[in-house]
Antibody, heavy 115, light 107 residues
Framework: QVQLQESGPGLVKPAETLSLNCTVSGGPIIGYYWTWIRQPPGKGLEWIGHVYHSGITDYNPSLKSRVTISTDTSKNLFSLRLSSVTAADTAVYYC?????????WGQGTLVTVSS | DIQMTQSPSSLSASVGDRVTITCRASQSISTYLNWYQQKPGKAPKVLIYATSSLHSGVPSRFSGGGSGTDFTLTISSLQPEDFATYYCQQNYFTPWTFGQGTKVDIK
């Protein structure tokens, strides 16, 4: 059974960089697309971007200048970096495997941007 | 970006009711349409992918249909565990986009 687990700081200061890891267990990263999705409190879902195990990426244009998604196949994880954060980036961040829609998701992690 | 519009935004229904949620894309997305269910405080779960394929373990009372720009999610007989928010998502063009959600609650 594939499982995903997000990890990283729950509080980030404005103008700093949000960094999250998603550790994949029970299956390989190789051969799949992996995605980050976020959900501001009480709001809908927003696709941030995805990465193939080889490192090929695609990002939401609304975030493209600030976002980097990467993989570490040796650790079977993928990562999200979002720079120059503001309060508008406060959200629950989910990682997911982009197969058959999104067949496996992490539980989500709340990241609050505040000084 | 492709805009995804769901209707209704919310609905009240009773156990046993047949429920249909509609999702309209701002341009054709072929059959690249997925449906998710989300309960409070939980991650979304995929119900239907590629318009009509039932994800493993999802009850057969859930079904999906459509193509091009108009899609539906139908729950044939609403069960207590189905009260949740439902989202459609297109993965035909990036940025992948979601509908605004349809909240299904108890009448």
């Amino acid at each position: 059974q594939v499982q995903l687990q997000e990890s990283g700081p729950g509080l980030v200061k404005p103008a700093e960089t949000l960094s999250l890891n998603c550790t994949v267990s029970g299956g390989p990263i190789i051969g799949y697309y992996w995605t980050w999705i976020r959900q501001p409190p009480g709001k809908g879902l927003e696709w941030i971007g995805h990465v193939y195990h080889s490192g090929i990426t695609d990002y939401n244009p609304s975030l493209k200048s600030r976002v980097t998604i990467s993989t570490d196949t040796s650790k079977n994880l993928f990562s999200l970096r979002l720079s120059s954060v503001t309060a508008a980036d406060t959200a629950v961040y989910y990682c997911a495997r982009a197969y058959d829609g999104g067949d496996y998701w992490g539980q989500g992690t709340l990241v609050t941007v505040s000084s | 970006d492709i805009q995804m519009t769901q209707s209704p935004s919310s609905l009240s229904a009773s156990v046993g009711d047949r429920v249909t949620i509609t999702c309209r894309a701002s341009q054709s997305i072929s059959t690249y349409l997925n449906w998710y269910q989300q309960k409070p405080g939980k991650a979304p779960k995929v119900l239907i992918y590629a318009t009509s394929s039932l994800h493993s373990g999802v009850p057969s009372r859930f079904s999906g249909g459509g193509s091009g720009t108009d899609f539906t999610l139908t729950i044939s007989s609403l069960q207590p565990e189905d009260f949740a928010t439902y989202y459609c998502q297109q993965n035909y063009f990036t940025p992948w986009t979601f509908g605004q959600g349809t909240k299904v609650d108890i009448k």
